[in-house]
């Protein structure tokens, strides 16, 4: 079994502050990898270097390769933006674009450039349906994507990331401004994307990644504690700090 | 129940203070705007012509326009508007009201409205046309006289046109010198024979009279349509009378074109810096600088960017256009003098600041994370900031368009040093190619409020102009302010979230 995604020994910090101190992982292709952790140790960091999200960042330095799909995310011959179609990603906060429903979604190929008609409804309707959105907005697909309602739009989004056929899909505590009903939708409806994309989950839910995920990863102040497939980590964790956080002991 | 004191709660005093000073400052809006609105009215509406009889015998035609106290002596001393300008050099008349023995409003009394010498108050004898008499007794003499003076009014202005046409050329042609010589003489079969109320007679070519009005019999319904007229042909017509009288046409438009044009620079120049400032230059020392020198600029006195605009675009920028595309008609500038491109070039530097802080305020109003959605999306930085960005900033553009507007639209100093005059020949837009014709010289509101109210030598008799003029120019201000409104308040309602 391949990797999708891979990093060796990755540091990464903001100015002074090192953020990442050496984390080695490689993310199994296929299926729902979660990442875990107290807020605050790096998550969203580690999930940010493989579609270089951070390099805008002031202040950003990493060391240490960062691999997606079998390629060096930095090789100069892969330019960013088709790095990111390749590895899309879905944020903590919904953050629809001032649009309509289908100019929402229709964002990223259009950037590619597609521009025929017939084309553009395939993808729209495809990457709908995917995202479990189709039903809900059909009707509605040119009204503004701001009237939906939080976990529509959190949906959206997902809807918008896959429009771009990504083969991995980065979830950064996806559900964490969402209802436990929309958080429902949003978990059954990731289980079913992840039989055809790789999907990495970024939670401090425990409940959540043991609910979602084949393979978990535990990240505590920035380094990588202990990783391995979801229910043997859960039945009997190898090291102490993850049983601890695992128990709810932990602060 | 509480004691008094704490249901009111202890900051009553403050509470007084700052409801008093928002009553005053209502007071002063309102105050200003029913001051104009008033002075506007008053000033169209058909005033009674009043037939005084003074105490040595004097007849004296006119409308009463004020009763002041005298300063000689005691009592009230009326002014009276008796027009006439031709035969007695004023068109005021100031009597003592202790003279005053008799006051009528004859209903036989009329008011011309003439293209020169202002008003004519009198009596009319008779109506010579085309060697026909007519009695003003007779019935049916004031339609007679409308048609006949409608009729020499659009002779007239086929002559004048003519007239304008042969004095463009420089050798016109036979036929159309003898056209105008017909065109002329058609005008002359008719005069109007008048009198005024001390029986001096006068007689009016027809072509003099713009209208003539029997205002004594007109009742409520008659007065409202002359007051409607009024302000039509105020909106609509050239000035006459060294803009005392008649329209403000021009004006209106001069003042509306330099906006628009202002506006279709500052905005663009403003948003692009903006968009320099906020999303590519980051935070240095050398932006901050350049923030604070924006900010500077909006304090300078608009006057000093009417020196600018003079020195810089009139004779720098029109100069050389001059020497490079119309060299053959120098030593005449053609750019190199003050124009309304120029003009609205000034303007839409000194409003450039609020649109640059007002376009920055509106980049800072998209969140981080729908940037970061759209780059996660593999959008580049330029195209983030078109498709994603930019509806958040729309609501603070036009904001700062709004206020950009706002000042333009009131500024006259500037415009005084780049191209502003009180009659201009020529429109700036008109239908004889190229149509757009921004180097010429323009009027506007707010220089005519200037120029008919402080400069102009009859400065009593035009007080209605000055009132309506501002008038407009304040609902031209609104509207324009109302549009922009509009538009933002529309962006605003497109990037609002309904969810979370
Ligand atoms: N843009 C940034 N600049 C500076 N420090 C940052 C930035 N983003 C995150 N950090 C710091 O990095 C650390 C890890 O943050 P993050 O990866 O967001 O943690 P998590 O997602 O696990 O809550 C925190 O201490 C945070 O303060
Ligand atoms: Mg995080």
Redesign the pocket.
Same mark, same amino acid.
């Given at each position: 079994m391949s990797a999708a995604l891979e990093c060796r020994n990755l540091k990464a #910090? $903001? *100015?002074d !502050?090192l =953020?990442l101190q050496g984390v080695t992982l490689a993310v199994p292709s296929g299926g729902v990898t979660a990442v875990m #952790? /107290? &807020? #605050?140790? #790096?998550? &969203?960091? @580690? @999930?940010?270097c493989f579609n270089r999200m951070?390099d805008h960042? /002031? *202040? $950003?330095f990493r060391e240490g390769e960062v691999r997606a799909l079998g390629r060096d995310v930095y090789d100069p011959t892969w330019p960013v933006d088709s790095l990111r179609f390749s590895v899309g990603m879905v944020f903590q906060k919904p953050n629809p674009f001032p649009m309509s429903v289908a100019d929402n979604v229709l964002f990223g190929p259009r950037l590619l450039g597609i521009r025929q008609k017939q084309e553009l409804s395939e993808i729209l309707e495809r990457s709908l349906r995917a995202a479990h959105l189709w039903d809900e907005v059909k009707d509605s697909l040119s009204s503004s994507a701001l009237k939906l309602s939080g976990g529509q739009q959190q949906r959206l989004c997902i809807a918008r990331a896959l429009a771009c056929k990504p083969q991995v899909l980065l979830l950064?505590?996806p559900s964490s401004a969402l209802d436990p009903i929309a958080t429902a939708r949003l978990e059954e409806t990731v289980l079913d994307l992840a039989t055809s994309v790789t999907v990495l989950w =970024?939670t !401090?839910d425990l409940q959540q990644a043991a609910r979602v995920s084949q393979h978990v990863a535990f990240?505590y102040l *920035?380094e990588l504690v202990e990783e391995g497939p979801t229910a043997e980590v859960f039945a009997n964790p190898k090291n102490q700090l993850t049983e601890r956080y695992l128990t709810g002991r932990f602060g | 129940m509480k004691p008094f004191h704490l249901v009111v709660g202890e900051d009553l005093p403050k509470r007084f203070l700052s409801a008093a000073a928002l009553l005053v400052a209502l007071g002063l809006m309102f105050g200003l705007t029913f001051l104009v609105a008033w002075g506007a009215g008053w000033g169209f509406w058909p005033k009674p012509l009043e037939l005084l009889t003074l105490a040595d015998g004097t007849k004296v035609l006119g409308e009463l326009w004020d009763r002041e106290s005298d300063p000689v002596g005691t009592g009230l001393r009326w002014r009276v508007k008796v027009g006439n300008r031709d035969l007695w050099g004023s068109d005021f008349r100031v009597v003592r009201q202790a003279e005053v023995v008799k006051v009528e409003r004859p209903t036989d009394a009329w008011v011309l409205e003439r293209w020169e010498y202002g008003n004519f108050y009198g009596f009319v004898l008779s109506l010579d046309a085309d060697g026909q008499v007519f009695d003003p007794k007779t019935p049916g003499f004031q339609a007679i006289l409308s048609r006949k003076l409608r009729e020499v009014a659009s002779l007239k202005r086929q002559s004048d046109k003519l007239a304008a046409k042969v004095a463009r050329k420089a050798q016109a042609s036979e036929e159309e010198l003898a056209r105008l010589a017909s065109l002329q003489q058609a005008q002359e079969g008719c005069t109007l024979l008048m009198t005024t109320a001390g029986g001096e007679r006068k007689d009016i070519p027809c072509a003099q009279v713009v209208h003539a009005r029997p205002m004594n019999r007109l009742g409520f319904w008659g007065k409202l349509a002359v007051f409607g007229e009024r302000w039509l042909e105020f909106i609509t017509a050239e000035p006459r009378e060294s803009n005392t009288e008649g329209g403000i046409f021009p004006a209106l438009f001069g003042t509306s074109l330099l906006v628009l044009l202002m506006t279709v620079g500052v905005v663009p120049l403003g948003v692009l810096t903006a968009v320099y400032l906020r999303e590519y230059a980051g935070d240095t020392r050398f932006t901050r600088a350049v923030r604070l020198s924006v900010t500077t600029l909006a304090g300078v006195p608009s006057i000093v960017f009417g020196a600018f605009g003079l020195a810089f675009f009139v004779y720098t920028l029109g100069g050389t256009v001059d020497k490079l595309f119309f060299a053959s008609s120098l030593p005449t500038p053609t750019f190199g003098t003050g124009g309304i491109l120029w003009a609205s070039a000034t303007l839409a530097l000194l409003t450039l600041p609020v649109v640059v802080v007002a376009t920055e305020e509106g980049l800072a109003a998209a969140p981080v994370e729908v940037r970061e959605g759209a780059q996660a999306l593999g959008a580049t930085r330029w195209e983030t900031l078109r498709y994603v960005v930019l509806p958040y900033a729309k609501p603070g553009i036009y904001t700062g368009m709004i206020l950009a507007v706002a000042r333009a639209a009131g500024e006259v100093a500037p415009l005084m040093l780049t191209g502003v005059v009180k009659l201009a020949p020529a429109l700036p837009l008109d239908s004889s190619p190229p149509f757009f014709h921004l180097e010429r010289k323009f009027m506007h509101l707010g220089f005519h409020i200037y120029d008919v109210g402080f400069q102009s030598p009859n400065v009593e008799a035009a007080r209605p102009v000055v009132f309506a003029t501002t008038l407009v120019l304040l609902v031209l201000v609104v509207l324009l302010n109302l549009l922009a409104l509009i538009l933002r308040n529309r962006a605003r309602n497109r990037v609002m979230s309904q969810a979370l």
């Open positions: #910090g $903001f *100015g !502050h =953020v #952790g /107290p &807020s #605050g140790c #790096g998550k &969203s960091t @580690l @999930l940010r951070n960042l /002031p *202040g $950003f950064d505590e =970024v !401090h990240l *920035g | -």
